[in-house]
């Protein structure tokens, strides 16, 4: 087929000439730079623009024609585009034209109408992203998750595609390559947010991410790897059958691993990471998880807001808080020290261990939890003081520490008759005495 002088062999000869090198080597057999795409930027630089122009004039040649040779090219395009304009990858093009041209098609033609486009595309990754040859297909690798994204993430994902990209997440997982991990569980929570509910859960392919994601935990070294796998874990656990707060489940598996981990962390923003998600575990069963998230997320240094959030954390009636109220009082304990290093780090761990607190202990009776937190908020207590002198009375920080008091004081406040316990009334009256300091006084 030719469009006034142009044939779809010539677009398809120009396309090829723009995917991205196939590697010489494994990508974990050999270091990979940017600089080593210099040359592939280059032919893109020039190629790319002239590919566009000839869209433009060709657009119904190619984009209008159900023959077998424009669908072709049209896939073919399609997938280029989706290689190009992928983020983060390390031959990518620093050109916002190209990319936001690119970007331009893709949005117009993805999602696809035409099943025939979509089966060549399938044909096409499934040939590229084969376990013998997908560790020298960097282009493919980051199109494919492009695509999926584009294509699925407003639909649903048909059972074909669901088992191949589950076979390809679990592929490139295998490599050492942290990008390459960051792509497997990005597939993974696609399937789990567009396959079919109950084919996922029929077939265990919730279980089956869930063991692939669960061996990550320990190891990461960035929030975003982070952030990327406890999402993907916790989207899985809304597939498991018979999950309830009553006995122990594979949330009680992800709680320990979490409070283990915000101690053991690369660095204390992996470590925040942890802690988030053990806010998320501890509110999973309660009857009005998303009003506690929700108002977890207020502005907690204001009286009202903060006063609203207390009033609904209280009611978290999740009995995991109660499986792990001690260890969660040991964390807090244990990573206290984190509260005297970076003025703004200090502020965020301090903010979200009020959180946890608000979420994991407090919703607890006094008549449980009471012999282990009056020695724990003794203690605690003075630490907070030590931080706000450690950070040169900075405001921030004095806010978050009276907010953090109050929510001690409110819980103490309502003690029962049953409990003779003189320790609650003196520790009372110390917080109370406290928070009418100037300090505190002064910096409402």
């Given at each position: ?5 142009v ?28 600089d ?19 869209l433009q004039?060709?657009?119904e040649?190619?984009f ?9 090219t ?27 041209n ?19 595309i ?17 282009g493919?690798?980051?199109?494919f ?27 490139v ?10 792509i ?27 063991d ?56 204390i ?20 998880q ?21 009033a ?33 780090i ?5 903010l979200?261990?009020?959180?946890c ?5 407090l ?7 009471g ?10 207590t ?6 706000i ?28 008759d ?7 009334a003196?520790l ?17």
């Amino acid at each position: 087929m030719t469009c006034s002088g142009v044939s779809c062999q010539d677009l398809k000869h120009l396309i090829d000439s723009c995917f991205v090198p196939v590697l010489k080597q494994d990508l974990d057999d050999v270091p990979l730079l940017s600089d080593h795409f210099n040359e592939y930027r280059n032919v893109l630089e020039l190629q790319l623009p002239i590919l566009y122009d000839l869209l433009q004039q060709k657009q119904e040649c190619i984009f209008g024609s159900d023959e077998p040779e424009a669908c072709e090219t049209l896939a073919n395009l399609l997938v280029l585009l989706c290689e190009v304009t992928a983020q983060n990858t390390i031959y990518g093009l620093s050109h916002e034209s190209i990319e936001r041209n690119g970007n331009r098609v893709l949005r117009e033609h993805i999602p696809l109408q035409r099943m025939v486009v979509e089966r060549i595309i399938f044909e096409f990754y499934q040939k590229k992203l084969r376990k013998d040859v997908w560790k020298r297909q960097l282009g493919s690798i980051h199109g494919f998750l492009r695509f999926l994204q584009l294509q699925y993430s407003g639909q649903m994902l048909p059972k074909q595609w669901v088992h191949f990209c589950l076979s390809v997440g679990l592929t490139v997982r295998e490599s050492h390559d942290p990008t390459c991990k960051k792509i497997g569980v990005l597939i993974f929570q696609l399937i789990l947010n567009s396959g079919d509910f109950s084919h996922l859960q029929e077939q265990n392919i919730h279980g089956v991410i869930y063991d692939s994601a669960y061996k990550d935990v320990d190891f990461f070294d960035s929030v975003e790897a982070a952030t990327d796998t406890w999402n993907c874990l916790y989207t899985c656990l809304r597939f498991f059958e018979d999950l309830d707060s009553f006995n122990w489940s594979q949330l009680d598996d992800l709680m320990e691993k979490a409070l283990k981990n915000i101690t053991m962390a690369s660095n204390i923003l992996v470590s925040l990471c942890h802690l988030q998600f053990v806010i998320k575990f501890g509110a999973y069963f309660a009857i009005n998880q998303n009003d506690i998230l929700y108002h977890c997320e207020a502005d907690l240094n204001d009286p009202n807001t903060s006063e609203q959030c207390r009033a609904i954390c209280a009611t978290n009636n999740s009995y995991t808080i109660f499986r792990w109220a001690k260890d969660i009082l040991n964390m807090f304990n244990v990573n206290s020290y984190k509260l005297m290093q970076d003025n703004e780090i200090s502020q965020k761990f301090l903010l979200e261990l009020h959180k946890c607190y608000l979420v994991c202990i407090l919703p607890i009776k006094l008549e449980i939890i009471g012999p282990h937190l009056i020695t724990f908020m003794e203690k605690f207590t003075s630490v907070l003081m030590e931080a706000i002198n450690a950070h040169r009375m900075d405001i921030e920080i004095i806010k978050l520490t009276r907010a953090t008091l109050e929510t001690f004081a409110l819980q103490l406040h309502h003690y029962p008759d049953s409990l003779d316990n003189k320790d609650f009334a003196k520790l009372h009256k110390a917080l109370d005495k406290l928070l009418k300091q100037n300090v505190f006084v002064q910096n409402k």
